[in-house]
T-cell receptor, first 112, second 115 residues
Framework: GENVEQHPSTLSVQEGDSAVIKCTYS??????FPWYKQELGKRPQLIID?????GEKKDQRIAVTLNKTAKHFSLHITETQPEDSAVYFC???????????FGGGTRLMVKP | GAVVSQHPSWVICKSGTSVKIECRSL??????MFWYRQFPKQSLMLMAT?????????EQGVEKDKFLINHASLTLSTLTVTSAHPEDSSFYIC???????????FGEGSRLTVL
């Protein structure tokens, strides 16, 4: 089955700096890669996703890049703000929304 | 966007009792829902895939007789933790695939504490 590794497990940045979280996956059949933000005790919220026919996608301060050959994808957050502090999960699936396999999560702390 | 509602959000029960958690898709039909378990500071672990009108598919290591899943309608799936024990204490979250884009929508989660 799919195996998703996520790094780092914790990340502390200064407000205004950029944050990068990386994930690798094992199943070459995976073609859907969402990123979720989860605040303490709350449900995960989709913040951005990318499909395997695209190499990069951007939405304001958030971007995701995908390298199918190397089987890794990354989340980039620019101009970080304290409200970006949360746990971020990457995931991979062979079809959108189907049987997502999650990474271990990254706890992002943005210091004001 | 699509809304998935989960109830209850908090439950405390005595060891040996059974607890039912409901997951509802409020404004769309969900033929498939997913149930996850999340321990503190850990990732979401898929427990089972709930299919409307048929038996759930359980992940390896998840006891189907312990975690009963029923998906009797296109908008409701239930997870029953039978004979709960303290080690079953966890955050349980359901999800359903949205109607259009294939995006996965999550319920609010249910925090179970077994005394």
């Amino acid at each position: 089955g799919e195996n998703v590794e996520q790094h780092p497990s914790t990340l502390s940045v200064q407000e205004g700096d950029s944050a990068v979280i990386k994930c690798t996956y094992s199943d070459s059949a995976s073609n859907y890669f969402p990123w979720y933000k989860q605040e303490l005790g709350k449900r995960p919220q989709l913040i951005i996703d990318i499909r395997s026919n695209v190499g990069e996608k951007k939405d304001q301060r958030i971007a995701v890049t995908l390298n199918k050959t190397a089987k890794h994808f990354s989340l980039h957050i620019t101009e970080t703000q304290p409200e970006d502090s949360a746990v971020y999960f990457c995931a991979a699936a062979s079809n959108a929304g189907n049987m997502l396999t999650f990474g271990g999560g990254t706890r992002l702390m943005v210091k004001p | 966007g699509a809304v998935v509602s989960q109830h209850p959000s908090w439950v405390i029960c005595k060891s040996g009792t059974s607890v039912k958690i409901e997951c509802r898709s409020l404004d769309f039909q969900a033929t498939t829902m997913f149930w996850y378990r999340q321990f503190p500071k850990q990732s979401l672990m898929l427990m089972a895939t709930s299919n409307e009108g048929s038996k759930a598919t359980y992940e390896q290591g998840v006891e189907k007789d312990k975690f009963l899943i029923n998906h009797a309608s296109l908008t409701l799936s239930t997870l029953t933790v039978t004979s709960a024990h303290p080690e079953d204490s966890s955050f349980y979250i359901c999800s359903a695939m949205g109607p259009n884009t294939g995006e996965l929508f999550f319920g609010e989660g249910s925090r179970l504490t077994v005394l």
